[in-house]
């Protein structure tokens, strides 16, 4: 990988994304604790996302790395188990706690986007099935007005769903993430359904309460599927991935209408329920197909991959980009992107040529108007616990020790200037 200099457009607004689960630490009243706490530990190093970056006392600190950093957006989460201890109980030192966080971003000069559901369920709604049921829909929308009407002033933008095609995966099919459950394609299929439409009737919440200049939208995980051959049958197991993984939640999100493996249909109603496309984009998957095995995904050799073995490929954004805007005409904004790399020694590049995508799609008129950068500290990554580093600062978990990287040293100069002058400043 080698990037040309380019400019980004005007306007033009780059910052990062966080989860709550991911950086706060502190909270065991959400299913994701107490599937850490399992024994033997699901997580691959055996960490707990008890400690993660201890955001929840650092927040002042890590607000200042954001400023340092240049950004000026921020998406972040709240933990819905601390908003809502119990069912219908909300706890208002909670919310006096994210409006301070909001506050701080705010003189900052950093807009803040919130995230209500980003993989973590208070364990009142685990037990009665979470998305599995309705249940967690009715209780996003309840959620979506508690936030709004306590922190709607300080919000500038709203997501109000994360990935539910990769909450889905993960949990019923490949049993990695709570509930732990292994090759369940119906229950799979069931929770993106609910969780799609979950995000219908929080999005509902949030404009009524909030009225029409609200930001409101979702974040999807988008990935480019690409047969591994012309054969007829990996191009065929190719599109069904992407069929079953992105296209029917993304459009159950976007206009209400459910089509297979989700259902049929418009449950809520159709209508539009974007006001911006988010685009959570990292790789792309070559799919090849075989009767004895079914479809799997493989590296080609020679590909450029991160430390996690995810193909690197920056024009898959631009085809996803250009994609979904022709389908939904709403702006483009690239809620997550990054990658993880111990070394930080491909983050910049990374860093560059997704920027350097989003600067051409512009130019030709896709109208992508944000990035934010997964992610500000190296985290608490799921079944990967601290083992796998995607921040621009890197976190020492022991001293909590932030340090930014060579890649946030460049981030802040793009955030700032709006241009890329080439690799040599790497
Ligand atoms: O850490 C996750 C995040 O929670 C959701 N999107 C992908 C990231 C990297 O795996």
């Known amino acids: 990988m080698s ?32 599937f850490c706490a399992l024994v033997p530990s699901p997580i691959r190093d055996g960490t707990t996302c008890l400690r993660a970056c201890d955001h929840w006392n650092r927040m002042e600190e890590d607000v200042a790395l954001q400023a340092e950093l240049g950004c000026r957006i921020h998406r972040m989460g709240l933990e819905w188990s601390r908003l809502e201890p ?28 919130a995230t209500l559901f980003h993989f973590s369920l208070p364990l009142w709604l685990a037990r009665k ?36 095609n990769v909450y889905a995966v993960k949990g ?33 919440a949030l404009r009524r309460r909030l009225g029409p200049s609200a930001r409101i939208g979702f974040a999807q995980h988008v990935r480019c599927f690409d047969p591994a051959t012309r054969a007829p049958w990996d191009v065929l197991a190719a599109r069904l991935l992407d069929r079953l993984f992105q296209a029917a939640s993304t459009e159950a999100m976007a206009t ?15 209508g539009d329920f974007c006001d911006f496309l988010g685009l959570n984009y990292y ?42 805007h022709a389908r939904y005409r709403k702006p483009v904004w690239i809620t997550e ?52 580093p995607f921040g621009l600062v890197a976190t020492d978990f022991a001293t909590q020790r932030r340090t930014v990287r060579p890649s946030g040293r460049l981030f802040a100069r793009i955030a700032r200037t709006l241009r890329y002058d080439g690799p040599s400043v790497l």
Request: charged share 25%.
């Open 256 to 270: 209400g209408r459910l089509s297979w493996p989700l259902g049929r249909g418009a449950p809520q109603g159709r």
């Open 172 to 204: 019923w099919i490949e049993g990695a993430w709570p509930p732990g459950r292994k090759g369940d394609l119906r229950a799979a299929f069931r929770v993106m359904r609910n969780a799609s439409l979950a995000h219908v009737a929080a999005q509902r």
């Open 337 to 388: 992107n990054g990658t993880c790399d111990a070394a930080d020694a491909f983050r910049g590049e990374y860093l560059a040529a997704h920027l350097a995508v989003c600067a051409r799609l512009a130019a030709e008129g896709v109208p992508v108007e944000r990035y934010y950068h997964w992610t500000l500290l190296d985290n608490f990554e799921w079944a990967e616990g601290e083992s796998a």
């Open 86 to 113: 119990e069912e219908g109980r909300f706890d208002e030192a909670a919310f006096a706690h994210y409006r301070r966080e909001l506050e701080l971003l705010r003189e900052a000069g950093i807009l803040p986007m």
């Open 3 to 34: 990037v040309s200099p380019f400019r980004l457009p005007d306007g033009f607004l780059l910052g990062t994304a966080t989860a709550a689960t991911q950086v706060e630490g502190g909270e065991s009243g959400h299913d994701w604790a107490a």
């Open 283 to 324: 790789a792309t998957d070559r799919v090849r197909f075989s009767l004895r095995t079914g479809y799997r995904t493989e590296v080609p050799d020679g590909a450029p991959v991160n430390d996690l073995g995810w193909i690197i490929d920056a024009e898959g954004l631009a085809r996803l980009a250009r994609r979904f």
């Open 129 to 164: 099935g979470g998305f599995e049921s309705g249940a967690a829909a009715e209780a996003l929308e309840r959620l979506a007005d508690a936030c709004a009407a306590r922190l709607g002033d300080l919000v500038e933008s709203w997501c109000t769903v994360n990935e539910p």
